[in-house]
């Protein structure tokens, strides 16, 4: 099956630290890319949706300035939290779909574990 | 209200016993996925269902789109199947297609 790639898996860094995410495609061209959010004992939440060579679509009270999105190619996207501070300590995951369908199949990176100090 | 209700929210069991977790929504979708996250935190895609029924090994799928529910079965529980089982649809209003996501069911299967 189609494998996402997510790395690091977990970072433990001070406060004021940027951060930044990788998600891959490894098999398959990903149009689309997805991060969520999970805090404990909470639902996954959107934060965003990059499509390759757009900027990206942030979900109301998601600062695009601090959670830094790019998608420049087919295989890759990055997540930079910028200036990193306790409240943004979270579980991150990247999805990835190949084609526009919205009905085509997403797949999901193993997360990463963002703790700041 | 959340707009995608799952239950229960633990679920403990034996051993070889029937699981049933259920879904219900109240937002149009054109896709319903069920998903697996272990302890890690990695997530595991183990169907995507529009209509009917899909099944795969001891997992069964259900969807019901008149009455907006569905339900994930699994037969003869082991306990490696312990993990958060989520449910999570495709957003029909969506532009992107993204997913919203159920709070998770977290099931302990016991030997």
């Known amino acids: 099956g189609a494998v996402v790639s997510q790395h690091p898996s977990w970072v433990i860094c001070k406060s004021g630290t940027s951060v930044k995410i990788e998600c891959r495609s490894l098999d398959f061209q990903a149009t689309t890319m997805f991060w969520y959010r999970q805090f404990p004992k909470q639902s996954l939440m959107l934060m965003a949706t990059s499509n390759e060579g757009s900027k990206a679509t942030y979900e109301q009270g998601v600062e695009k300035d601090k959670f830094l999105i790019n998608h420049a190619s087919l295989t890759l996207s990055t997540l930079t939290v910028t200036s990193a501070h306790p409240e943004d300590s979270s579980f991150y995951i990247c999805?990835?779909?190949?084609?526009?369908?919205?009905?085509?199949?997403?797949?999901f990176g193993d997360g990463t574990r963002l703790s700041i100090l | 209200k959340n707009e995608v209700e799952q239950s229960p929210q633990n679920l403990t069991a034996q051993e070889g016993e029937f699981i049933t977790i259920n879904c219900s929504y109240s937002v149009g979708i054109s896709a319903l996925h069920w998903l697996q996250q272990h302890p890690g935190g990695g997530i595991v895609s183990l169907f995507m269902l529009s209509s009917g029924k899909k099944k795969h090994g001891r997992l069964i799928a259900t969807i019901n789109i008149q009455e907006k529910h569905s339900s994930l079965h699994i037969t003869a529980s082991h306990p490696r199947d312990s993990a958060v089982y989520i449910c999570?649809?495709?957003?029909?209003?969506?532009?992107?297609?993204?997913?919203?996501f159920g709070k998770g069911t977290k099931l302990s299967v016991k030997p």
């Open positions: 999805s990835a779909r190949g084609g526009y369908r919205k009905r085509a199949p997403q797949h």
């Open positions: 999570a649809v495709v957003n029909y209003g969506g532009s992107q297609g993204n997913l919203i």
